[in-house]
């Protein structure tokens, strides 16, 4: 989409112009992610991290990663991830996928979207990719915005599975499947207050 933007220093997207809501921000907002206990130098550092990992994966995933130049703080995370794709087949369609939904007004970018193998069956699944110390409630509710985001850009495409994957600094990994179908509802609601804020002037929707 030409009107479709991304502002990778202040992590916003845009619409048309105007400032859109993303998928972690919603989550932010409503009190979903809340980082308030967490040292602020810990969490920028985990950010950090997170990023490199991130890229270090897309790399891989294009066939173009020298596994070699990895920095020691990030190889770990990345044999993780190897290790999940050759345990489960995993064959990535799709990576760092930045979307817009026309119909519900906002964005988000998916990790990871391809096919595996799953209780003895091939399924389309959405794998969300996480360097934290552990997996939340919220990433269920991340997972079902971002089928939400791939479904309408990509009718042809079934999600079967939704799945976080813990990757840790130890080469190990932990993958948790996201089954409860309210997941949806709940980011959608989420989204509804935050238009609802917007209309009523309680929030200021920007253009920039």
């Known amino acids: 989409m030409n009107d479709f933007t991304f502002d990778p220093i202040k992590h ?49 995933n294009q066939d173009n990663l020298n596994e070699e130049s990895l920095d020691p703080r990030i ?8 290790k999940f794709t050759e345990v489960f087949k995993y064959e990535p369609r799709r990576t760092e996928l930045r979307l817009y939904s026309k119909k519900w007004r906002f964005a988000g970018t998916l990790d990871s979207q391809g096919l595996f193998y799953w209780k003895q069956k091939e399924i389309e699944a959405i794998i969300d990719w996480k360097c934290t110390w552990a997996l939340y409630p919220a990433n269920a509710v991340q997972t079902a915005a971002y089928q939400i985001l791939l479904e309408e850009n990509y009718p042809d495409i079934k999600i079967k599975g939704r799945f976080s994957l813990q990757l840790k600094d130890t080469g190990c990994y932990e993958l948790l499947e996201h089954t409860d179908k309210t997941d949806r509802n709940t980011f959608l609601a989420a ?16 253009e920039e």
Do not use: C
Not at 196 to 202: A, D, E, Q, S, T
């Open 12 to 60: 916003r997207y845009y619409y048309d112009g105007r400032h859109v809501p993303n998928v972690t921000s919603l989550e932010e907002e409503y009190g979903l992610i809340n980082f308030d206990g967490v040292p602020r130098d810990r969490l920028e550092y985990k950010t950090v991290l997170g990023s490199a990992v991130h890229y270090a994966i897309m790399l891989h």
């Open 191 to 206: 989204l509804t207050l935050h238009y609802w804020r917007v209309k009523y002037g309680l929030i200021k929707q920007t």
């Open 75 to 82: 190889k770990g995370f990345f044999l993780a991830y190897r």
